[in-house]
Every structure is written in C-alpha cells, then in structure tokens.
C-alpha cells in the first residue's frame, strides 16, 4: 500500500458550528433516509480548509446508499462561486458530503470506490474530501472526513469543530 503524500502534512478541515446547525435540518427530516451533497469551502493555506457551504439532494438517497443529482448541483456550485466573486483559488469546490443514519460514519466500500472514481476520472478533480455525517439521538452530530487523491489510498483527515463567530 502506497502512503499519501498529503497525509504526513497536517491537514485539517475546519467545520463551522452554523454549518453544522444548517446540517441538521434537512439530516433530521431525512429521518433513516441517506442524504448528501457537494461541500463547498475556503483554502486558508498550510493544508487548512474550512466549510463553508454545502449543497443538499434530499431526495436521492435511499437508507443505505447516496448518489447525488449532478445537475442540481452544479447549479449549487455556480451560485456559490457568484458569492464569493469567483476567486477559485480560495473559494473552491472541496468534495461531497452524505449521511449515514444507520450505520458508522466511516465510508463504505461503495463510498470509497465511488470517490476514487472521482479523483480518478476525467472530470479534472485531483483531490476531494468526503464527509459522513450522523445525527445519533436525533441531536449529537457525528463525523468523520477523509482526503481522496488521485492515484492514492484515502486517508482520514482532522475534522474540528469550529465556534460559531457570531457568538461572544
Ligand atoms: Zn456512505
């Protein structure tokens, strides 16, 4: 098994609490149903990178699998771009992001082969995260992340909680 370069530099992903809060909305009235989508972010430099928003398909994911709607989500990518004057360099699509209500948060096989084949494909993205979330008691939210790069096995990446700024 051949090592990620990327995973001996500490790379983190920084995780807003109003991202999180916004999360939880469409996560609980998904029920056990798998939601998921783009997640979209800021390149703060030094292998850091913060989310900033997310795209949601509410209605293609069944209880033990997600695939999303690609067209819908270009338009979620194109509308974020718009937001953030379009300056890719630090604003810039970061990977997907989906639910597992009734399983662990770590990726499935079908997760990782589906990933793989993004980083791996002609679609000019070299490097995605992939973020799994679960709500457990219907309040305590639950993730994990991992760092897919072409040509690489996966490797699990930092995921911290960021405080809300808006909050003293
Ligand atoms: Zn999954």
Redesign the pocket.
């Known amino acids: 098994m051949n090592t990620c370069p990327q995973a001996k530099l500490e790379m983190q992903i920084l995780l807003p609490k109003d991202v999180v809060r916004k999360l939880r909305a469409p996560m609980l009235r998904a029920g056990r149903r ?1 939601i998921g989508g783009m997640i979209m972010g800021e390149d703060l430099g030094d292998q850091r990178f913060r989310i900033v928003d997310f795209s949601v398909d509410a209605v293609s994911g069944t209880r033990s699998n ?1 695939v999303r709607n690609a067209a819908q989500h270009d338009q979620a990518l194109a509308a974020f771009f718009d937001r953030t004057g379009a300056d890719y360099e630090r604003f810039n699509y970061l990977g997907e992001w ?1 639910t ?1 209500p009734s399983f662990s948060v770590h ?2 096989l ?2 990782v082969h589906a990933m793989q084949d993004l980083v791996d494909g002609s679609g000019g993205v070299r490097f995605a995260f992939l973020l ?1 979330a679960r709500l457990r008691w219907h309040w305590w939210f639950e993730a994990s992340t991992h760092l897919f790069v072409q040509g690489h096995v996966p490797t699990p990446v930092d995921l911290i909680l960021e405080p809300d700024m808006l909050e003293p």
């Open positions: 798998e997600f989906h597992h990726p499935s079908q997760d799994i």
